[in-house]
């Protein structure tokens, strides 16, 4: 298995791969992102097939940066055979010492798992402060998500107590989550 790291050249493989496993809802985001140069991307090529996909970003937050996973798919035949688990530990070598975030439906049991297994903490939404939530949701646009995981070297609470965060949530919101729905729905 090979990983390729692409942004905006990739836009349609990003687009393709998510369209087919998570449907045009959840791919538009996901390409939209790439393809504005907020997101990064992360293909998994099998003898030059792609077999999955990762999208994600970096915050500026303080004092250590976030670094989120927005979008991972992996073809249906390739998964459980470690593909997911590459693209995570992929974008957490590229993007090293950081506060790495992911967020997921309760229902989504392989996901789980899989980032259970690479030392991500799990909370389920509601057992968050109303805070701490609101940062989650705002800075990983997870408002469909019920759980939420995490690991670095620093807590989540602690990046979602400062101020400033608060700010650099509310910008990846209105950049990532609100401006492509805006888009999408020709909103002006």
Request: aromatic share 14%; net charge negative.
């Amino acid at each position: 298995m090979q990983i390729i790291e692409c942004g905006k050249e990739c836009v349609d493989t990003v687009r393709n791969i998510f369209m087919n496993y998570m449907g045009w809802y959840h791919s538009y985001f996901a390409s939209t992102c790439v393809e504005i140069g907020l997101c990064r991307a992360l293909v998994a090529l099998n003898n030059n097939t792609e077999i999955g996909a990762i999208v994600f970003y970096e915050a500026s937050t303080y004092p250590i940066k976030l670094a989120a996973m927005y979008y991972i798919a992996v073809v249906e035949e390739y998964r459980g055979m470690g593909v997911g688990k590459a693209l995570v530990s992929s974008v957490e070598y590229l993007l090293e010492n950081r506060l790495y975030i992911a967020t997921t439906q309760r229902s989504n049991f392989p996901s789980r798992k899989m980032f259970r297994d690479l030392g991500y903490i799990e909370i389920p939404f509601e057992h968050l402060s109303e805070d701490v939530a609101e940062f989650v949701e705002k800075i990983t646009c997870s408002y469909e998500d019920d759980i939420v995981l995490y690991k670095g070297a620093i807590n989540l609470e602690y990046i979602a107590s400062q101020n400033i965060n608060k700010v650099v949530a509310d910008y990846i919101w209105r950049e990532l989550c609100y401006k492509p729905w805006k888009m999408l729905r020709k909103i002006h």
